[in-house]
């Protein structure tokens, strides 16, 4: 059973940092794309990033900020995320996609002053 399991979430105040991982187990596949959605309460979930070989594609919001990269070495995916703001105040989820989409557990951001 494919799985993804994230990490780094964290509380911060703003202007930190935080790298945020995700790691594939129980497959050989290797993802055509990888990525992060994120979904603050009461909003629906978004596209943060995404990473498709060397292609990569950011919300607006985030442009500048956010960095995704990916070790298809370890099937892992990592965003790392500078400036952080209140607003980046979410869960993110980590998602693969090779024909069908898996997501994983998510991961508490939350940025607090």
């Known amino acids: 059973q494919v799985q993804l399991v994230e990490s780094g979430g964290d509380l911060v105040q703003p202007g930190g940092s935080l790298r945020l991982s995700c790691a594939a187990s129980g497959t050989t596949i290797n993802f055509a794309t990888m990525g992060w959605y994120r979904q603050a309460p009461g909003k629906q979930r978004v596209l943060v990033a995404r990473i498709n070989g060397r292609f990569t594609d950011y919300a607006d919001s985030v442009k500048g900020r956010f960095t995704i990269s990916r070790d298809n070495a370890k099937n892992a995916v990592y965003l790392q995320m500078n400036n952080l703001k209140p607003d980046d105040t979410a869960v993110y989820y980590c998602?693969?996609?090779?024909?069908?989409?898996?997501w994983g557990q998510g991961t508490q951001v939350t940025v607090f002053s």
């Open positions: 998602y693969a996609q090779h024909i069908n989409v898996v």
